[in-house]
């Protein structure tokens, strides 16, 4: 299968720079100008990665993350010209795993779609983690409850995953900022409480053993 990567983004000039370095890195990419042809050429072709740009005609970036999120996991990059904090928030809340806000460099661009995949595609050699019902298989991102198939975003794994490996130790929101999103983040902590917020709807009878310590963080535990 070809590694497709789709980039969603209105400008041209832009859209055929991004296609070009990511070809030169040996990536297959497809290109959509709007967000209802990105809806399009998703539902019809195996992607890797998107690069998904928000301010668009038709329809917009924040409804296109909405709705590959009710159907895939695949990573998303979002690209915005908007440095507020609320629409990065936004854009994490929808699902989106990274963002690039313009102007930026096509090199940082590729490093974090690097980056991302070799995330999402596990590459290390640990087998099955488990913890109470919870089932972790790092090289396939495959999530089990009590043996029944969950599907995270690959920012949610990478959320279970840190909890899984530091149990029983309390993290602060900065320590869980540090080890999952990277030590060069600079967002805002509320995305630590979106994203564990979200990854205990999907953990359903198992959110109890993210615990939240008041005025400490969070803590990975089965309560006696």
């Known amino acids: 299968m070809e590694e497709n990567i789709l980039i969603v983004e209105d400008e041209e000039r832009m859209r055929k720079l ?62 915005t010209a908007k440095a507020e904090e609320d629409d990065k928030l936004l854009g994490y809340e929808l699902g989106a795993d990274d963002y690039i806000t313009k102007p930026f460099s096509p090199k940082i ?49 990478d959320l279970l995953l840190y909890f899984i490996k530091n149990k029983g130790i309390v993290l602060s929101r900065n320590k869980i900022l540090d080890g999952v999103w990277g030590m060069d983040y600079y967002g805002d902590l509320r995305t630590v409480d979106t994203h564990i917020k979200r990854l205990r709807e999907k953990l359903m009878d198992k959110a109890h053993l993210i615990s939240t310590v008041r005025g400490s963080g969070y803590k990975l535990e089965v309560k006696k």
Not at 30 to 37: H, I, T, V
Not at 131 to 142: A, P, Q, R, Y
């Open 18 to 79: 991004i296609s070009a370095y990511l070809k030169k890195d040996g990536y297959n990419t497809l290109e959509a100008k709007n967000g209802s042809e990105a809806i399009k050429i998703f539902n019809s072709n195996e992607t890797i990665l998107i690069v998904l740009d928000i301010m668009m005609p038709l329809i917009d970036g924040f409804d296109v993350c909405r709705y590959i999120r009710k159907n895939s996991d695949v990573p998303i990059i979002i690209l």
């Open 109 to 157: 661009l590729v490093a974090k779609t690097k980056a991302l995949l070799k995330r999402y595609h596990g590459e290390n050699e640990s087998n099955n983690i488990d913890f109470h019902g919870i089932s972790i298989n790092e090289l396939s991102h495959e999530v089990k409850i009590d043996n029944k198939e969950i599907y995270l975003s690959p920012k949610e794994f």
